[in-house]
């Protein structure tokens, strides 16, 4: 089934990052010289995908002056904004402000008027990265192909942190890695693998209305996870993806360094200006 339209989750509260983000959407945080959410956006467009609908919370203003803009930008004065509304212009964007509980479950159900009714769909969070030569939906879209299940991005955690995030459960002897069981935030004596997802998966319309019949869980939020586990307790296939590449997360100031470093150090231009500085901390 051919795959069009992706969802950006852009409505967290950032309050990791304060106090820049106490106005300021953590995903327009720069990474070298662009916003955090474009690279996200990229991916997508290079994936295949021409609606990208980017799920804002009430600091909307930022992200609609620079993804919606008011009029067509003057163009041959500077090439890189050149290069950025050329890119834009291959999507159709839609923002929307979030509506319902706190939580990752919501912005789907937030976008949902705006879904094709009869296509699958990828769903990002806008604080999750993807670096690696394949754009990571393209490779969601191909397994989707493949096996016709709902896929969903996963990498190796240590065991003292899968405490952080989703832990899938893989079905014994399954060749493409399908979901058994998925929990949220598990203790690691809990958790029945290291296996974390993150905030990559192509989902379908099952998905939404899973969500809509959802109670709210763990710390009152609406909780992507109890949604895939209804889905596959339902019968519903899911399988995994690994990266083959970095995943990269801007959500507190030591993991944004770190992903801003990952960018800088793969531009060779950059790489050998830092060069020197480099090797002086390291022989410090």
């Known amino acids: 089934m051919k795959v069009t339209t992706g969802v950006i989750a852009a409505a967290g509260s950032g309050t990791r990052m304060l106090p ?17 959410i474009h690279l996200i ?50 999507a159709e964007i839609i923002i929307v402000e979030q509506e319902g509980p706190y939580g990752n479950g919501t912005p789907l159900m937030t976008a949902q008027p705006h879904l094709p009714a009869d296509e699958a769909f990828i769903y990002a969070y806008g604080d999750d990265l993807i670096k690696s030569k394949t754009p990571f939906a393209l490779r969601l879209i191909e397994k989707h192909n493949r096996t016709g299940a ?14 952080k995030y989703g832990i899938a459960q893989i079905k014994p002897g399954s060749a ?10 598990p203790s690691p004596a809990e958790a029945s693998s290291n296996l974390a997802m993150f905030g990559r998966f192509l989902l379908s319309q099952e998905i939404i209305q899973i969500l809509k019949e959802t109670p ?59 060069a020197p500085r480099l090797r002086e901390l390291l022989d410090e």
């Open 20 to 36: 820049i983000t106490f106005s300021y959407p953590k995903e327009l945080l720069p990474i070298i010289n662009k916003p955090a």
């Open 41 to 90: 956006i990229e991916d997508f467009i290079d994936s295949g995908l021409n609606r990208i609908i980017i799920v804002t919370g009430e600091n909307s203003e930022h992200l609609k002056r620079n993804y919606e803009p008011a009029s067509p930008p003057t163009r041959g004065i500077h090439k890189p904004l050149d290069e950025f509304f050329d890119r834009l212009s291959q």
């Open 150 to 163: 709902l896929a969903i991005g996963t990498q190796e955690v240590p065991w003292e942190e899968v405490v």
């Open 176 to 185: 493409d890695l399908e979901l058994a069981d998925v929990v949220e935030k």
């Open 216 to 274: 709210l869980g763990r710390s009152n939020e609406l909780w992507l996870t109890d949604a895939i586990r209804e889905y596959i307790r339902r019968g519903g296939r899911v399988v995994t993806e690994s990266v083959k590449g970095q995943w990269l997360t801007i959500g507190d100031p030591v993991n944004y360094l770190k992903t801003v470093n990952e960018y800088a150090l793969s531009d060779p231009e950059i790489r050998r200006a830092l």
